[in-house]
């Protein structure tokens, strides 16, 4: 430890900047524990806590798998299919890169790549949400792009589900589709576990039963890192999604198939474009089948419509994406006869403010069976003249006749007889002017004239003319299809007018018990007084109907070889023609009986009743009664000549023919 | 050959020391402080690969990982301490051209995770994750030792700073282009921590630092995005609370939710960026709290105390050098990675020696602990 140590040490050391290094070390290590202290022992966990609802976790719904419809043979009209969309995170694509993952990915999607990078760039959020790029790919090409992921960056395969629509237009009125949840609808349903970004019904049972479809979302907690994106693995899952409910409807597809055929048949015959056919169970008011044409492809929807597309859909004047047998209105014409005979035979309360000619406190008037009003060629009110529609009249007619020959100078009679008060509690009895509660969204209740409705619309009271229209179905009157059936469902099944159901039955998602929908009254006709209607009175009607049928008013229908009651409309709207004729809608409404081989309408037995409708039809022949005696050859499987060949000449496509239905044979 | 024998006559020169002379110098302090940190960062690989939900362990796990290369950095701070750290001297140059052709290599092959998404840090080589940047900072140490050492004679002249500056350029141009804004700095940091130690002239190194202060709004231009967003949101976290400010507000928050003795290990429930890595702290912050903070803090403290007395001990500059070096090293990413978790410094990616999963970091560490160990092996005049 002496000299020789010295000469070892080969560089003198700076005591100052080793003191310096020292000093910046003590510096560096109280700096860092004082906050620490400051932030563990000062602020401590009591800061975290007031911190401890921010961003740390989020919760996320996971989707349920939503309920399957299925026909009434338990065939299914809608499933669920796998969808692969492609989804650009902007965060995750260096943008010297984008210029070729879009050409990339522009050659295997078949997208132009100047399109994907459009969307990728004008994309407004944050850079950390994903940008959709297509939709609907093949599984193929999402395997391909998920393998190939090293050289697209940022892009992402987003598996999810979406409805198949089976039936291409032939269900759509009934089924309607989904679409992106609507701010109303966000904010009415918001409670219920949904997200403004969710997928919901929008139209038909979609929109009616979107919450037993949808079933109970699942909701879990996720973790989130820095870029608040979910951390995979962190998932506390904290309930489980529900399977959404199956819907069996009461249609089956055979039947809303034949009745496509026919009402496509229709039209078609008479060149329009819109008509309506329903069929329903006047005992419990199921409906069987339900067809508004034009229509539209559901599927169009749920693939994610083009805008032109969807442009196109509601700019059409046919309005296809409308179901028109419960969301349009149109002037119900001779069929609402029905009502003004009900009001006739029914005797009513004591007038208040009875027509002219009647005394207060009088019974309101009512005819019998054997009554008879004078037919005639006009009834002339002031300078008007209300015509007879053959304008000659058949002489004093009963009612059973007046119904028979649709008289319109008999019904003028007996409206002004029964006064305006008592046709409108009728019509009202029968369900005219307001919700018919099918369960698909009813968009349109129709009119039914009084002097409070003509003093809010038109501040003036009904004229004594504009009563005589209203007993015959012109003039204010408006009424859905849905609704004039149901009232003849009423007549038919001896006074109760059923809530109209298109599901059968219901099928819970998670437990698999199948409920089946009860029959619901909506109401069961009686007179003023209180008392149930006299159900002779609606025999006496039936009995009427009836000879519409057979009196040939129908012409050959009542040569089928089933038994057939019903009435016909033909219902003037719109704008004269240069002949001053109007245009006209084609009604038919008829029902037949258990038996329909036996001619007996005396029992309200009746199980299927049908409705024809055909917008500004226009022919010689009804039409509608054609549409309908179609539908019930092929219902009932009868052999022989659908088209009506007597009438050739009316309508002369009839005759031309020559498509073979449903081993019904064609023109001879 | 020639390298052969010269081995050989450096073995002989060596032989009369071996033996439990040689082992008295070897600190055994600083090794033990070494793996003491170690253990704390196999601790939170573990917390990372179990979390609080109980993951179960996996060959891939950090965990697992973690003891592989424990194992791998045990063995080569053996044979960097047994290796003569004098031939380090002659071999820095070689290393020198290794070091570029690794960052070169990286830049080329690499691959890269992170919010950049463009980044190119890591080489996969046979399964394992390789970021030769964390080689290329204990390469760096040894390099500028060996440079400063041999210019001991005119070490106050300005042309030993614009030397080390020219130096540091490739290898600093190469890590920023990855870009790894951290490492780039830890050069930095390191260059200037040994031209200061080594004696350079006080004058010069605060003209440089005045030049640097100068051309700060031109670099900022130049900056990319992200790194100019990280330091804007350092002044004020609250304006971006989603991006980067989020990162810092939920790594503060982890720390206040430590408390004194902290949730326990595994325990952690604040979600937290890259908690394996650059946050790690904030995950040691909330499951040990600050005890344990504080333990691990105070064993830097003893370590770079170590650092720094093997350095004051050593008989020859470029020992001296390699000392200081590992200690400016590993305090500058101790403060800032550290102080980066509690919001006292910009958030840049700086790994947290011995406690941050990374292989390469750890094993760097090693060599580097290693090099220096040999220079207290091969002391010529012991201290005592």
Redesign the interface.
């Known amino acids: 430890m002496s000299a020789p140590v010295e000469s070892y040490r080969s560089e003198p050391k700076n005591v100052y900047r080793f003191g310096v290094f020292v000093l910046a070390v003590a510096v560096g290590i109280t700096a860092l524990s004082t906050r620490m202290a400051y932030l563990q022992l000062v602020q401590g966990p009591a800061a975290y806590q007031a911190a401890g609802d921010t961003q740390e976790t989020a919760t996320q719904s996971t989707p349920s798998t939503r309920g399957l419809i299925f026909d009434a043979t338990n065939h299914p009209l809608v499933t669920n299919v796998v969808d692969y969309s492609v989804t650009v995170t902007p965060s995750d694509l260096p943008l010297d890169q984008e210029p070729a993952v879009a050409s990339r990915l522009g050659s295997v999607l078949n997208l132009d790549p100047i399109y994907i990078e459009t969307t990728i760039d004008s994309t407004t959020g944050s850079l950390y949400v994903p940008v959709k790029i297509a939709d609907g790919i093949s599984a193929q090409v999402a395997r391909f792009i998920q393998e190939n992921s090293d050289v697209l960056p940022g892009v992402k395969v987003v598996v999810s589900s979406k409805r198949e629509y089976l039936t291409k237009d032939l269900f759509s009125d009934v089924i309607g589709y989904e679409g992106q949840i609507t701010a109303s609808q966000y904010a009415n349903w918001k409670d219920l576990g949904y997200s403004n970004t969710d997928i919901v019904g929008q139209a038909g049972l979609e929109n009616q039963y979107e919450q037993l479809l949808r079933g109970q979302y699942g909701t879990q907690n996720v973790l989130l890192d820095a870029a608040a994106k979910p951390i995979p693995g962190l998932v506390n899952t904290t309930s489980s999604p529900v399977p959404g409910d199956s819907l069996t409807l009461n249609i089956d597809t055979y039947e809303q198939t034949i009745a496509q055929t026919a009402l496509a048949w229709g039209i078609g015959a008479s060149k329009v474009t819109k008509g309506v056919i329903i069929v329903e169970n006047p005992q419990n008011g199921k409906i069987l089948a339900m067809v508004s044409l034009p229509s539209y492809n559901d599927q169009l929807f749920s693939d994610g419509i083009s805008d032109t597309a969807f442009q196109k859909l509601i700019s059409d004047p046919d309005q296809p994406l409308l179901n028109k047998a419960i969301g349009a209105q149109y002037a119900p014409g001779s069929t609402f006869k029905l009502v003004t005979a009900t009001a006739g035979l029914v005797a009513g309360p004591p007038l208040t403010a009875p027509p002219e000619n009647q005394t207060v406190g009088s019974l309101s008037p009512s005819i019998d069976t054997t009554s008879t009003l004078l037919s005639q060629p006009f009834i002339q009110i002031g300078q008007y003249k209300y015509k007879e529609w053959n304008d000659k009249g058949w002489g004093p007619l009963n009612i059973s006749q007046g119904l028979a020959y649709s008289s319109d100078t008999f019904f003028y009679q007996l409206a002004l007889l029964v006064g305006l008060d008592k046709l409108t509690y009728w019509a009202d009895q029968y369900g005219f002017g307001k919700s018919t509660g099918i369960d698909l969204p009813e968009t349109a209740t129709g009119i039914v004239p009084t002097n409070d409705w003509k003093q809010a619309n038109h501040e003036d009271n009904m004229f004594t003319g504009e009563i005589m229209q209203a007993g015959i179905g012109q003039g204010y009157d408006a009424s859905t299809p849905l609704q004039l059936l149901d009232a003849y469902c009423a007549l038919a099944n001896g006074g109760t007018v059923w809530q109209p159901q298109v599901v059968g039955s219901i099928k819970n998602g998670a437990t698999g018990v199948v409920t089946n929908i009860q029959p619901v009254a909506m109401n069961r006709l009686k007179s003023q007084d209180g008392n149930p209607i006299s159900p002779q009175v609606l025999t006496d009607l039936r009995l009427a109907t009836r000879q519409v049928v057979t009196s040939r008013h129908t012409n050959n229908l009542v040569d089928l070889p089933i038994k057939v009651a019903g009435k016909t409309g033909t219902a003037e709207f719109g704008n004269p023609d240069k002949n001053n004729v109007l245009p006209y809608h084609e009604w038919f409404v008829g029902y037949v009986p258990a038996n329909p081989y036996v001619d007996d309408f005396t029992k309200p037995d009746s199980q299927l009743a049908v409705l024809a409708f055909v917008y500004g039809a226009n022919t010689q022949a009804n039409v509608a009664t054609e549409v309908v005696k179609y539908y019930l050859m092929m219902h009932y499987k009868l052999k022989g000549d659908p088209f009506n060949s007597h009438t050739e000449g009316y309508i002369p496509s009839w005759v031309t023919r020559t498509t073979n239905f449903y081993g019904l044979s064609a023109q001879d | 050959m020639s390298i052969l024998r010269g081995e050989t006559l450096r073995l002989r020169g060596w032989a009369p020391k071996a033996g439990w002379l040689a082992w008295r110098n070897y600190d055994f302090q600083l090794t033990t402080y070494a793996i003491l940190l170690t253990l704390f960062g196999l601790a939170m690989a573990y917390s990372n690969s179990v ?1 609080s ?1 109980h ?1 179960p362990l996996t060959l891939s796990s950090p965990f697992v990982r973690s003891i592989m290369w424990a194992v791998i950095a045990a063995v080569v701070l053996g044979l960097t301490t047994a290796f003569d750290y004098r031939w380090l001297r002659s071999l820095a140059w070689p290393l020198y051209i290794i070091n570029i052709g690794l960052l070169i290599l990286t830049l080329r092959i690499g691959t890269g995770t992170g ?4 980044a190119s840090r890591w080489v996969v080589l046979g399964g394992f994750a390789f970021q030769f940047s964390e080689l290329a900072k204990i390469i760096m140490v040894v390099v500028f030792a060996a440079f400063l050492a041999d210019r ?1 004679s005119k070490i106050k002249s300005p042309w030993t700073i614009i030397g080390a500056l020219v130096i540091l350029v490739p290898p600093w141009v190469l890590v920023l282009m990855q870009p790894d804004l951290g490492t780039s700095l830890v050069l930095v940091a390191t260059v200037t ?1 040994l031209l ?2 080594s ?1 350079a002239s006080l004058f010069w190194l605060g003209t440089l630092a005045a030049a640097v202060v100068a051309a700060v709004p031109f670099v900022w231009s130049k900056m990319a995005d992200y790194q100019q967003a990280r330091l804007l949101t350092l002044l004020n976290p609250g304006a971006d ?3 980067a400010g ?2 810092i ?2 790594a ?9 003795a902290g949730k326990g290990l595994t325990n952690g ?6 908690s394996t890595t650059d946050f790690v702290w904030g995950v040691l ?1 909330e499951e040990l ?2 005890i344990g ?2 333990v691990v ?2 064993l ?2 003893l370590l ?2 170590r650092l ?1 007395a093997c ?2 001990r050593s ?3 470029f020992a ?1 050098l390699i000392g ?1 070096g590992m ?2 090293m590993i ?1 500058f990413q ?2 800032v990675n ?2 980066m978790v ?3 410094v910009p958030v840049t990616g700086i790994p947290l020696p011995f406690i941050t999963y990374g292989g390469a970091s750890l094993v760097s560490l090693a060599a580097g602990l290693g090099a220096l160990q040999s220079t207290n092996l091969r002391r ?2 012991p201290e005592w």
């Open positions: 979390g939900s993951v919010e950049a998404g463009a001991q921590g200061f130690m004696g609370p989603q991006h989020y990162q507000h939920q503060e928050t982890a720390v206040n939710a430590g408390g004194i429930s604040v979600a937290l960026p890259v912050a709290g600050f903070g504080m803090l105070i830097f403290g770079l105390w720094l350095a004051w008989t020859d500059p001296m200081c200690a400016t305090l101790v403060f550290v102080g509690m919001g006292l010529e005049r």
